[in-house]
């Protein structure tokens, strides 16, 4: 999804949900880590995270755009449009918008082992010495299978 794309999506929400245009910049922010979009006071512009739409898809996208726009129209309305504010809670509330939004730095695990006997099969960050080591389960070790 290109930066085009997203403006003409969060105008269309914001017409369809809040009866209200979105006149101002929506674009996708590499450098947004943590979150999964931002409203920013002073320009009235939405950043968004790209990796929401890669990892979670459109429709998880579509949740954090009516959360940054209940900031958004909230805001330039002179109410309440913070998250701990009743007037957030109720917008957010009626137009269906995310609260949170998934984790999007969710490791994933890099060693995979499988007991030899149980056949049970764990997964690590780190690696670890399989002849140190035996199941919980059946007490016969471990061996490492590559992704």
Do not use: W
Request: glycine share 6%.
């Amino acid at each position: 999804m290109t930066n085009e794309e997203l403006q003409k999506l969060v105008e269309c929400i914001s017409l369809t949900f809040f009866k209200q245009p979105f006149v101002h910049q929506a674009i996708f922010n590499p450098r947004l880590k943590t979150t999964g979009g931002r409203y920013h006071l002073k320009t009235h512009n939405l950043d968004f995270n790209p990796k929401i739409v890669v990892i979670f898809g459109k429709d998880e996208l579509i949740g954090v755009i009516k959360h940054e726009l209940c900031h958004y129209h909230l805001h330039l309305q002179g109410l309440g449009y913070k998250h701990q504010d009743k007037d957030f809670k109720q917008l957010l509330k009626q137009v269906g918008g995310s609260r949170y939004v998934k984790n999007v730095n969710q490791k994933q695990p890099k060693y995979t082992y499988q007991c030899t006997g149980c056949q049970q099969v764990i997964y690590r960050q780190r690696r670890f010495n399989v002849s140190k080591y035996i199941c919980s389960k059946c007490r016969h070790s471990f061996k490492e299978i590559p992704f």
